[in-house]
């Protein structure tokens, strides 16, 4: 697969992708459905870990702590990086099997890659709000502005870094397509008019499924008492395919600008 000859088109339509990428998982349903178990499974094993030792879940994988040492951020960051590895791999399995790989699971370039650009995407933030702790280690009323100064700082940095991911999310769907021609610079120049129809697509796919989860939540809190869902293990199987819509959404994407699609 090669995108080096592809003409970009102006813009793509959301909709247009949002049905593409439902038609891809029906057509890789046979496939891709290990691989959603797969993840799902990888999803409530780390979510388990971290409610039995008190480490980061999930949303709250960035969040710094008041008076966080040195020691505890570099316990976090450890963590992250081991979480964001194992997910990284399950991601990428799901991935190539959407796409047709013959073997997603075999442990060639693509996989590595693949998961490399996750790994690496995931820790980054860690990187953003270090100086937080660092001003916060003087545990001095006279650092409190400083450290107020780095967080909002860091906070704008990780809302920067997010617009950024976003013009280089086709980057590792190349990768684990083993297209060697989708480089970095090559997703960033594909993703202009692209951007918004990959936002909006996913919504459109996974806007149904929450509110459906939501509503099957309030029948069973109302009849039983209890919440069914939530940041906990018993959410993985909806965690895992809200994430499998998304990765369809990048695979549509992805197809459009390598002209692999029509």
Do not use: C, K
Request: proline share 5%.
């Amino acid at each position: 697969m090669s995108v080096s000859a592809a003409p970009f088109e102006a813009e793509l339509d959301a909709v247009d992708v949002a049905r593409r990428a439902g038609q891809l998982i029906w057509d890789a349903r046979l496939r891709v459905w290990p691989y959603v178990v797969g993840l799902a499974a990888v999803t409530a094993g780390v979510r388990w870990v971290a409610w039995q030792y008190g480490l980061a879940g999930g949303e709250d994988g960035y969040r710094i702590h008041d008076g966080e040492t040195l020691a505890e951020f570099a316990r976090h960051g450890a963590w992250l990086a081991g979480r964001a590895l194992v997910t990284g791999l399950a991601l990428a399995m799901t991935l190539r099997a959407l796409l047709g790989v013959a073997q997603p699971w075999r442990p060639d370039r693509g996989l590595f890659v693949a998961t490399a650009i996750y790994v690496g995407a995931a820790i980054v933030p860690l990187g953003l709000f270090l100086p937080t702790v660092l001003v916060f280690q003087a545990n001095s009323l006279a650092v409190i502005p400083l450290g107020v100064a780095t967080a909002l700082g860091g906070a704008f940095a990780l809302m920067a870094y997010a617009w950024f991911a976003l013009r280089l999310v086709i980057w590792p769907v190349g990768a684990a397509a083993g297209d060697p021609a989708m480089t970095a610079g090559r997703a960033w120049q594909a993703m202009v008019g692209a951007r918004l129809a990959w936002l909006l697509a996913g919504v459109l796919l996974v806007l149904p499924l929450l509110f459906g989860a939501g509503f099957a939540q309030a029948i069973v809190a109302n009849v039983t008492g209890v919440r069914a869902w939530g940041p906990s293990v018993w959410e993985a199987p909806l965690h895992a395919l809200a994430v499998l819509l998304w990765l369809a959404v990048s695979a549509v994407v992805y197809r459009r600008r390598a002209g692999l699609d029509a």
